[in-house]
């Protein structure tokens, strides 16, 4: 009984002390109700005052058709491109460009929080090309990634802020992808097909849109503010333009690019 009573009074002792301790070192760091937190974002409201941009990206001069793209190294890519494959990297139709992405940046963003589009980006591969060429997403969607081929292909995700990702998927095969942090865009490759190469840009809000063949874009929904609108393109040097947009207000901003003057 003694030796037991000693024991209880030799704890006890130690737990003073180990709370004296910490309460001394307190002043040397922040308790967890002091330590700074990054400020919270309140999810934006739309308010009926919201605008749009909107414009055409051109490109002036004389740009070359694009080359074929050879498959012999794999006959079942060929057999699936008898007519031939051209690459997508500039496409240029009546000076208007192909695959360009339009976003913008605000600080009149950086202040809220906005929720995901309501739908699903994906990326997939078809007749040995990848589909879509650019694609964009917003940080917190998931990337639906399908292999809709006859044959087997990698997708090699060469990210340098999310995790990198490099699969081999079998025809009809699928996995996705969660992307949380916004990051440039960067390349997804096959290491089967060196042709197939496409882009994944992942964007901290979903104001942004890939230009089809008309080279025209429309960014709708944004809060009245100052804004820098940014056109990205894998083969012309980044272009910029600031806007300042008005309640219910619809703005123009063209861009013309010049080849090969701005191409890199």
Not at 21 to 44: D, I, K, M
Not at 130 to 159: C, E
Request: proline content about 9%.
């Amino acid at each position: 009984m003694r030796v037991m009573r000693y024991g209880l009074v030799r704890a006890a002792l130690a737990g003073a002390v180990l709370f004296a301790a910490l309460a001394a070192g307190a002043p040397h760091g922040l308790s967890e109700a002091q330590t700074p937190r990054p400020q919270e974002q309140n999810f934006y409201q739309p308010t009926g005052e919201e605008g749009m941009i909107e414009g055409v990206v051109n490109v002036e001069g004389n740009v070359p058709p694009r080359p074929l793209i050879s498959m012999e190294s794999d006959p079942a890519c060929a057999a699936q491109n008898r007519e031939g494959a051209r690459t997508d990297d500039i496409m240029v139709e009546r000076g208007r460009l192909a695959n360009a992405l339009v976003y913008v940046e605000s600080a009149t963003l950086d202040a809220y929080n906005f929720g995901p589009r309501p739908w699903v980006p994906a990326l997939g591969r078809r007749k040995c090309r990848t589909t879509p060429h650019v694609l964009a997403m917003q940080a917190g969607q998931t990337l639906y990634v399908q292999n809709g081929d006859r044959i087997k292909h990698n997708y090699d995700f060469q990210t340098k802020v999310n995790p990198v990702f490099n699969k081999y998927l079998a025809p009809g095969e699928s996995f996705e992808i969660p992307y949380t942090r916004p990051e440039p865009p960067f390349v997804v490759r096959c290491r089967l097909h060196p042709w197939e190469r496409g882009y994944v840009a992942v964007l901290p809000h979903p104001f942004f849109t890939i230009t089809g063949r008309s080279g025209a874009f429309a960014i709708e929904g944004l809060p009245p503010g100052d804004y820098e609108v940014v056109v990205w393109h894998e083969k012309f040097y980044e272009m910029r333009a600031k806007v300042t947009l008005g309640a219910r207000e619809t703005k123009v901003s063209n861009f013309t690019l010049k080849f090969p003057g701005d191409a890199r």
